[in-house]
Each structure stands twice: as C-alpha cells, then as structure tokens.
C-alpha cells in the first residue's frame, strides 16, 4: 500500500495529468521530510528535472512551482550525494533564475533551497559570480523578507573565498545592503550578517576600508560592531563581531592603537579563550587573537598581561579528551578537539611572543612547553605541525632561548623532519626557523667551561644538524619561490659564520660553485646579499682563505668582478669589497687581486667613490695588501705604489669621515 | 588587621603589589599574578559579590582572577547574631611604603578606565539565565498547572470574565468561583471605578448583603470615596438618576466588558489592608504611586496609558473605557466649558498646562465623544451646562446641600466608628483628607485636591474587591499578586543579608 501509494504520486508527478500535481507534490512533501531514505529514493525515482521543469516554467501556476522549490529545498538538507545529484542536474543555475520572480513565497523557497545547497562542503559556488546579474539581484532582493535576509547573507559568507569574490560583492554594494542588517532584531540575520562582514573583509584592504567608513543611520559599522561585542549578547555573537573587527584591523582599515582594537577587541578574544566558553569559541578566540596580535608589538604586551592568556592557553595543550561531535548543526563533523586546541594554542603563543623577550620567557615558563612543541611538530595533524613550527620559529628569535631550552630538547629533529617530508606549506617558517636554530649551533662560538657537559651534547647535535641542514639549505636555495630561496641561502650563511674549514667545504661542495653562482644573479637583492655574506663568512680566517681560494679562486674572482661592474645598490657593492678584503687577508690568496690589475683597478675607482661606506671597504682592502708583517709585503707596497694607490691614499688624509681617515692612515702606515 | 603592614600579608587582607605583581592573599608570601606597575598606572580592584571572587586591572585591563573564596560580606547566622566581628566586610585599602608617594582614589566619581558596565551587563545576564533556568522538574505537569492557576485566578480576581472563561477553556483549568459571581463584582468596580459610589454601595449591600454590615470600616472608606465624589460631581446622588445602571447604559456588549482600569498590586505581603498611598510600582500597566498630583500632566499620564491599555483589551472593554473617558470628559465639562477650547490646541501635549481640572486634553475627548456617542449619546445630554469654571458638586445648590448632609452622616459614622472600635488613625486622617475639600474654594487646585483624581478610585475599588472574595471564602489576594509581593520582599532580604545577585535581578523586568 505504502509503495503503491509513492509510485502513485511519482506516476501522476511524471504524468501530464495536471490536476494531480500540486496535491502529488504536496505528497511527496510531506514524504521526504526529514526521512533520508525517502529523499534517496525520490531523486532515484527522477523526480528533480521535472521539478526543475516546472520552476523554469512560468506557465506553471506559482503555487506549484513553490512545493517544488521546497521539496528541492528538502532533498538538500539530506545526504552530501543528494546535494551532489541536485547541483549536478544544473539545479543551482534554475533556482537562480527563479529569484527574479514577484511572488516571495517562491524566491523564499528557492532561497532556502540554494542557502542549503552553498551550506554544504564544495558548493558550486563560482555559480553566482558567472552571470553578472545574479549578485546584484541578490542584494536587491536582500531586505524583502527575514528569510531572505537570513538565507542571502548565508549564501554570501559561505560563497566569499577569494579576494575577486570580494572585490565582485563590494562593488555590488554588499556593504551598505549587509550594514542594516547588524541591526537587525533577529539573531538568524545578525550572525550570517557578521559572517559576511568577516569574510568580506578579510585580508582585503580595500574591502576593509570601505567597510570601516560606511555607515547606516549615522554609525559606522565598526561602531555597530561594536555594540555586538556587548557582554550581554550571547557569546557566538561577541567572538563574530570581534573577528569583523579584527579582519577590519588587519585589513588597515582601523588603526591597532584605536580604542575598539586595543580595549574592546582584544579583550573579547581573550574573554573567547576562557574556560567558560565553548571549545569551539575557544579555538576561533586564540586563532583570532594571533591574527589580531601577530604584527603589532603594542597589541602583544597588553594581551599578555590579559586576564592570565598565556597560563589559559597553557591549559588548552594539556586537553586530551579527543573527539566530540561539532555543536554547530550546520556542519555535523568529527572534530578532533585536542589537536584544534593545540594549534590554536601554539599559533597565539607565536603572536604573543613575536617581538619580546619577556614575553617569551613567560611562554617557555609553560609546563613541558617543550615536550608539546617537538609532539606538535611530530603529530600528523598539518594544522598542530604548522602551529608547534611557528611557535617555536617565533621562541628561536629568542638567544637565551636557543642556549638553554633548545638545546635541552632536540628541537631541531622533528623540524628538519618536517622539512624533508612535510607539507609544503611548512617550508617558509621551518627555514626561518632552521635559520635561527644555525645561529646557535654554529660552531666555534666561544663558551664558558662550566658548560662544557652541555657543549659535548650541543656538538653532537651539531653534527647532525649540518648532516642535513646543508642539504635541506642547499635544496631550498634552487626553489621558485624567492623567500624559500632567501632562507636557504640564509641558513647557510649562518651555518658558515665562524665554521670548521670542513663545514665550509662540505658547504660549497653541496650547493655547488654553479648554484652559488647563479644565485649571485638572483632577481631578489636580499638573496644576493646573503649570498654574498656566505661567501664572506666562508672566507674568513686566514688558512681557510688560502684553502678555499686554491680551489675557488678563480670563480671566486670572476664573481666580484661580475658583481662589481653590475647595477646594484651600495649595499652589495659594500659586501663585495669586503669579500676582497677577506681575500687579501690571506697569505696566497693575496695574489689573485694583485695579479689581476682589472681588480686593482676597480678598487682604485672604490677608493674615490661618492659613498664613503665604499671607501672604507676598498681601502681596508689595499691595507690588507700592504699589509708589512706578512711575507712579500715589499714587493706588493712597490706595485701599489707604482700604480698611484700610495698618492690616492695621501690624498685621501683630507677626508672628512673619522673612519675612513683611519682606515688610510693605518694603511698609509704599512709602506715602508 | 595590621594596618601598618601592606595589604595581603596579614589575615583576612589582600592585596597585588607593585613591585614584583604578585598576589597576596592573607599571607606574606605572594603568588606570581600580573604585571608589575608604577607610577601613572591606573589600578582597579572589582569584588565580585555573587561569586566572591576579586580582579585587578591596569590601566584598564583585566589582568584575571586574583582571588576566589573571599569572606562573604555577612553569612546568614549573622542576622541573628550580628555582633560576630571577625567576619568583616572588606575595604578597599591601599598601602604605601615610600614617604611622599601619592594615590588618587576613584569609586566612580569619575568614569573608571575599566569598562566595567560591560562587566556588569554580562553578570545581569548571567543572573537573568541562573533564574529563567533554574531547574524545575515537571514530571506530572504540575508546574505547568501551576502556572495556569496563577494566571486564571489573576483573571478571575480581577473580573476579567471573558478572558478568564476562555483561558480556562484551552487550558482546563476550573474556575473556583462561578460566573455571575465574577461578573457581580465586575459591576461594583465598574461603578467604583466610575466614581458612582453611591451605587456601587447599594449594589454592594444587594448582591452581598451584610458584607458591609461586617466591615464598617471598609463602608467607611467606601463612604468617604462617596463624599469625595459627591465634591467631584460625578456620585450619582449629584449628578441625578440619569444614570442609574450602568448595565444599562453599555447593553449588550456588557457581559464579556472588564474593569477598565488596572488593579493595584500591593508590593508589601504583610500589609492587611490596602493603603492607598503605600502601593505603589507593582502594576504592571501603570505608575499608580500618583500622590498629590500638582499638576496636571500627571492625570494625563494616566489617562494616556489607559488610552493604551485598550489595545490589548476586547471590543466590550473599548466600550467600557470610552465611557470612563466620557468621564472625564464630563468633569472637565461640568468644570469649564471655556478650557475645553484651549484644549483643542493641544496645550497638554506640550506640558505647559499646569491646572489641575483639565483632565482630558482635547483630542481623546473628541475622539471618544464623536466616535462612541451610539452609547454615551443619552450620558452626553446629562451633562449640566458648563459654567465658568469646575463647581463644587456641578455646581447645583441641591447637590451640595445632599453633599453636606452626607458629610454630616459621615462625620456621625466615624464617632459612632471611634465608638465602637476605639479610634483609628486612618479613618481619622480620610475623613479630615476628604472634609479638607470644602475649605478650598476650588478643591481641585488645593493641596488636598489629588483625592479627587480618578487614579485614587483604584485602591478603595481594590479593597473591596478583596473584601467580597474573602467573604466568599476566596484568596483576597489573586496568587500571582503573592509571588510578586514574596519576590519583592524576598529581593529585599537578599539585599539585607547582602547576596550580591539581588543587585544583578529586577523583578520589573518581568513586569511589563
């Protein structure tokens, strides 16, 4: 009976009965609610093109149309695959279409149906952007109806990922048509409302700033936010309104030291992250507070003496209960809570500690704080690695850090763990953070004997950091993306500084004389600069500069003369005579500047250059040539002199500049 | 405690220094708290009274919790014995060490660089949620029943028949009192409302004989309206039998018609009788805590809201409260035909008009005279002609030789009264209140005249309202008027015994 009854009304939807349909349609209504199988089976029956038929057809009477905007609307809160059978049957584009209808009752039902449709996960929603109608009708339907506002604002926040969705929406005027609806009585308006401003603003600046100056009924709408922020509105709504905000901020559209920001703002976020809210608003709380805090140093300090943030989000890496169903209805996933909290967690501390050393060491006071980072960096959850990563990138910014804490933990395994196999999206702040590492661990830095236990501990490390920290630098250094380039090179740099002869040879053997010359002709002037440097800090003590030159020398110098006659700012000029300075401090390696005059004479050029920063690079040069303790010093003073340099550096006595002055004297002092 | 070491080292003291910001909670060793500060930063203390709870701020930060468990201000045993010392309330107290440092103090003299109206909003909400979800188990729906009674019986004390027989209709909940009994009292307020005591008296000992008999006090008081209406010109005895019933005059629409104006609720539960002048706040529509009204703007006040109230009312209550309005109407007539024009420019509306006789402003007059005159049309043609100015008794000779022939009747009930009870100081003060009127040639502009506003027809009409129920062995008080008054009174306590939520809770709120 049952069955018969069903096929009945499929039969006399598909019949060309007319009569039957509109009672039939309203069977099937009733039918499918809330009943997944019967959905299933509804749509495997082929019932959607004929409903989309009909709501295309403006022959059918409107009544008619409207049931079969709203069994669509059913069908769509069932199963991701009935959502998929309805976008893939072009049911997106024909409720569309069916907004520009007079009668409300239909555009609300088709309303319904697509705010379900772009509700759920990989929604067509490029849709609304392709017919350039559709967005303006939308907004010009905006204010008809609660459920218009309600289901339009839904579909805008969920449909605004890219920076051209917010550019098309602004430009439609989204803001001025969403800024009454903060107003709103109903909460079902105001939070998609905020939803919406969020997304709109977000990293965008020119959306912010339009944002920030409209206004309704003579408020700006941060104004109107702000009243949002209120504590006696529920919860959902002040962690909304303080993240329109904070995107608003960040979008340069409010300055971070206005009163809104820097009392109102952050304190709702940190309000967010307390024990009494939800787990949910307690991870948006610290992942917003980061974005909020991560650049201004101001924001920083005063959020970490607030309501005790940093023992709150101590307590949220100890929280182990791991999964709970999602409280928002909207989306019923499996969240794992623990990892969420973790990230949240490790990203705020990242931001609070970005710029002060107080800071930080109230940061690492942290119960096992240590211990959480290196199991973050281990765990498989992307998120919790990237968070533990920056976290510990914006603690290595710390010195005291890296000598004592660092070193106790071998923060550096998972790390180029990380680097070797992890996502992609970890490399920048990984070789940031490698870098700072390579500050410490660099070797021959001097350190008092009692901590001698701890030396033989941080050598060993030491060894195996180079193993693969020069492999991972050198890989980095070949990349297409210039700030991946830049770490790479950097890294090296800093490996380099002060090194063992065999690190630096390892160094050049790995990356290769090709590579590190290619990088001298690198579009990013800082990669050139760290380029530079490296080479410096390779050529540094005196047998080491013999050694490397005997192999390198003949590139090397082929190198500074490229760099030399090229177009580049001072900067680089300056790093590269001081490469030659580092050349002519050897005992052998002296003879590649003074056996190619081309050279000499360019640092004759250098010595009367305009920029006294070049001078002094290109005198401290011809002092280590002249230099009279070293052997063949009388032979090398004889060619200087005959080439001028004697009476150039005599001239030279009447500069002004102090430096520069002693730098000639003392060179002017080795002729004999 | 010592006051000559810093706050927190000692016993019952606490304190956040300075110079390390550590917390110190009754002991000389602190706890690792907040930042340090020094001088220009602003400090604030907040002692949170509902979960004694204390935070810092700097500069106008919350630096968090600081101190939980805090001595309550007075626990319950001291009420009964309150020369406990030890458990002392707290002050704020500051300790200096340097000589010559300076502190200024602010208790919100001016605005705290805190935002602690925020705090506080969120606390009156939390407290709101603590009571809207308190936990009550309905297992058997008793709750709920519970809740239908309070509203039935409020309907039915009120004689607000119509509504009440429908609500109990959809709810089935019974009604203890039978229909033609509410509606009986429903009459007498109509009239004691309508200032027609005499009537109301006589209909008082026909339906309820011997009630009177029983409570010479309240006849008293009844009598002593009487007079005052008698002044008023508006008690039938003056005024002519023109209107004899007022069944009569609203026909058909009468059985489902309500009082017309809102009852008193008496905010002290203990109060045995309803004193006109002690009432006052607790009802819902209205201000009735008119006392000697010295202007006029405060009749209107009232007569707008009743204007208001009919919105929520049935068609038959509209045509009661035309009629209340016809009134007035009638009053500002029979007192002065010339302001009636200055009426009509809407004078009131801007509050200028001080004098107390104009009762109406000119438009709801002329809208309830043009608009319902299908009833009032007879009522209208009663109405003595104008004179110059409002008249004792309406200005008939007649009616004040029966308005002081009253008095004389009064004056004898009230020695026989004193006689037979001993004196009483209330009915002592109504009658010297009510006789004050005649010594004024225009008693309406008199010290003594805001007896005659309509507004003090509400508590007498309450008395005896709650008289007639209790000689019908019914609740004098309808149960939601209780729980309004235990809750008034049970807020009182708490502020006495000094629980901090009281001061998060507004039993208005829940009055609208």
Redesign the interface.
């Given at each position: 009976m049952d069955v018969d009854g069903r096929m009945g009304m499929v039969d006399s939807i598909l019949s060309e009965n007319k009569d039957k349909w509109l009672e039939s349609m309203i069977q099937v209504k009733n039918r499918v609610i809330g009943n997944n199988k019967q959905k299933d089976e509804i749509i495997h029956q082929g019932v959607i093109p004929r409903l989309l038929q009909w709501i295309i057809d403006e022959d059918i009477p409107v009544e008619l149309r409207t049931e079969s905007a709203i069994v669509l609307g059913s069908l769509a809160k069932g199963t991701t695959e009935n959502i998929n059978c309805l976008v893939d049957s072009g049911c997106v584009a024909v409720l569309l279409k069916g907004l520009s209808s007079n009668n409300i009752k239909f555009i609300e039902a088709c309303l319904r149906c697509l705010r379900t449709i772009f509700l759920s996960e990989n929604s067509p929603l490029e849709q609304i952007y392709q017919d350039h109608t559709v967005i303006p009708h939308l907004i010009n339907i905006l204010s008809k109806s609660f459920c218009t506002q309600e289901c339009i604002t839904t579909i805008f926040s969920n449909c605004c990922k890219t920076a051209d969705h917010q550019n098309a929406l602004s430009r439609n005027g989204a803001i001025a048509a969403l800024a009454p609806l903060l107003c709103s009585s109903s909460y079902k308006v105001q939070m998609p409302t905020l939803k919406c401003f969020a997304v709109l603003c977000y990293e965008n600046e020119t959306v912010s700033k339009a944002a920030a100056t409209a206004t309704y009924n003579g408020e700006s709408i941060p104004n109107l936010l702000l009243r949002l922020l209120?504590?006696?509105k529920p919860s959902e709504m002040q962690m909304a309104a303080a993240k329109c905000l904070t995107y608003l901020c960040r979008g340069g559209a409010i300055p971070t030291h206005c009163p809104t920001i820097q009392?109102?703002t952050l304190?709702t976020l940190?309000r967010m992250c307390k024990k009494d809210r939800t787990l949910e608003e307690n991870v948006e709380g610290a992942e917003t507070l980061a974005y909020l805090i991560e650049e201004d140093a101001n924001l920083q300090t005063?959020a970490s003496?607030?309501?005790?943030i940093i023992k709150t989000l101590a307590d949220y890496l100890r929280y182990t209960s791991v999964q709970q169903i999602n409280t928002r209805s909207t989306n019923r996933k499996v969240v794992n809570w623990s990892n969420e909290l973790k990230q949240a967690a490790f990203r705020a501390f990242a931001s609070l500690g970005a710029n002060d050393e107080e800071i930080r060491k109230k940061i690492i006071e942290t119960e096992n704080l240590m211990e959480h980072i290196v199991n973050g960096m281990n765990c498989s959850d992307l998120k919790v690695q990237m968070g533990a990563v920056r976290c510990l990138h914006s603690l290595s910014r710390s010195v005291q850090q890296l000598r004592t804490t660092f070193q106790d933990h071998t923060v550096w395994k998972p790390l180029m763990n990380l680097m070797n196999n992890g996502s992609k999206e970890l490399l920048p702040v990984a070789s940031s953070t490698l870098c700072n590492l390579l500050l410490e661990f660099s070797p021959g830095r001097e350190r008092p004997a009692s901590e001698s236990p701890r030396l033989s501990v941080s050598q060993k490390n030491k060894a195996c950091l180079e193993a693969g920290a020069i492999n991972i630098l050198a890989k980095l250094t070949s990349r297409s993306e210039g700030d991946l380039r830049l770490n790479g090179i950097w890294g090296l740099m800093n490996m380099a500084f002060q090194a063992d002869l065999s690190v630096k040879i390892q160094i050049v053997d790995v990356i290769g004389t090709e590579q590190l010359f290619r990088l001298l002709s690198d579009p990013d002037p800082a990669v050139l600069i760290k380029t530079l440097g490296l080479i410096r800090n390779l050529l540094a003590g005196r047998t080491d500069i013999d050694h490397l030159m005997k192999i390198y020398g003949s590139q090397i110098m082929q190198a500074v003369v490229f760099i030399l006659e090229g177009d580049h700012v001072v900067e680089i000029k300056e790093q590269t005579l001081c490469i030659l300075t580092n050349v002519a401090d050897g005992d052998e390696a002296k003879e590649f500047i003074m056996g190619n005059e081309d050279v000499l004479k360019k640092l004759m050029t250098y010595m009367l250059h305009t920029n006294v920063k070049l001078q002094i690079a290109a005198t401290s040069c011809i002092s280590n040539l002249v230099w009279n303790e070293q052997e063949g010093a009388y032979n090398r003073q004889a060619k200087l002199r005959d080439l001028g340099i004697q009476k150039l550096l005599q001239q030279l006595l009447s500069a002004n500049d102090a430096v520069l002055f002693d730098k000639v004297k003392t060179a002017l002092q080795q002729f004999t | 405690v010592n006051m000559n070491r810093l706050p927190g080292w000692d016993k019952q003291s606490y304190g956040y220094h300075g110079d390390d910001g550590h917390s110190f909670c009754s002991s000389g060793t602190g706890q690792p708290y907040g930042p340090t500060f020094t001088t220009g930063d602003v400090i604030g203390c907040c002692v949170n009274l509902i979960d004694n709870s204390c935070f810092y701020t700097k500069n106008g930060i919350n630096l968090g919790l600081a101190f939980t468990d805090l001595p309550q201000k007075i626990t319950g045993k001291e009420i009964i014995r309150p020369s406990t010392k030890n458990k002392s309330n707290l002050y704020p107290t500051v300790g200096l060490q340097t000589p010559g440092e300076v502190v200024e103090a602010n208790f919100g003299q001016t605005p705290f660089v805190f935002d602690i109206e925020d705090y506080m909003k969120e606390w009156h909400m939390k407290t709101k949620l603590t009571i809207e979800r308190f936990p009550v188990s309905d297992k058997k729906g008793e709750w709920q029943t519970a809740l239908q009674q309070i509203v039935s019986t409020y309907l039915v004390h009120h004689g607000y028949c119509g509504t009440a027989e429908a609500f109990s209709r959809s709810t089935g909940q019974s009604i203890e009192e039978d229909m033609s009994s509410i509606k009986h009292r429903q009459r007498i307020q109509k009239l004691v409302l309508a200032g027609r005591m005499g009537e109301a008296i006589e209909t008082t000992q026909q339906l309820y004989p011997g009630l009177l008999e029983r409570n010479l006090n309240l006849l008293f008081m009844l009598k002593c309206r009487q007079f005052i209406e008698m002044v008023n010109g508006t008690d039938t005895e003056v005024r002519g039998p023109a209107i004899r019933s007022p069944k009569s005059r609203h026909g058909s629409g009468s059985n489902r018609s309500s009082p017309n104006m809102s009852p008193v609720h008496h905010t002290n539960s203990n109060s045995q009788k309803n004193t006109p002048i002690g009432s006052r706040g607790n009802s819902p529509n209205r201000p009735i805590g008119v006392k000697g009204h010295s202007s006029g703007s405060s009749s209107q006040t009232s007569q707008n809201l009743q204007v208001s109230q009919t919105n929520n009312q049935s068609v038959g209550d509209l045509k009661t409260i035309s009629e209340e309005h016809m009134n007035h109407a009638n009053i500002a007539m029979n007192g002065s035909g010339c302001h009636m024009i200055q009426d009509d420019d809407v004078e009131m509306m801007d509050g200028l008009v001080t004098e107390t006789k104009t009762f109406t402003n000119g438009n709801s007059e002329g809208t309830y005279m043009n608009g319902n005159n299908h009833t009032c049309k007879s009522e209208e043609m009663d109405v003595d002609t104008p004179s110059g100015k409002r008249q004792l008794c309406g200005g008939s000779q007649a009616a004040i030789e029966k308005m002081l022939l009253f008095g004389r009747d009064l004056q004898s009930m009230s020695q026989r009264l004193k006689r037979e009870y001993g004196k009483s100081e209330s009915n002592n003060k109504s009658l010297q209140n009510a006789f004050s009127l005649l010594a004024y040639s225009d008693p309406w502009n008199s010290p003594v005249g805001y007896q005659l506003d309509p507004v003090q027809r509400e508590p007498v009409c309450a008395a005896l309202n709650s008289a007639i129920l209790e000689s019908q062995g019914l609740p004098k008080q309808p149960p939601l008027e209780l729980v309004i008054a235990q809750s008034t009174e049970c807020m009182k306590l708490m502020s006495k015994a000094k629980i901090g939520s009281c001061a998060f809770a507004n039993l208005n709120d829940y009055l609208h």
């Open positions: 209120s504590r006696d009392n109102k304190s940190i005063l003496i607030s309501d005790h | -």
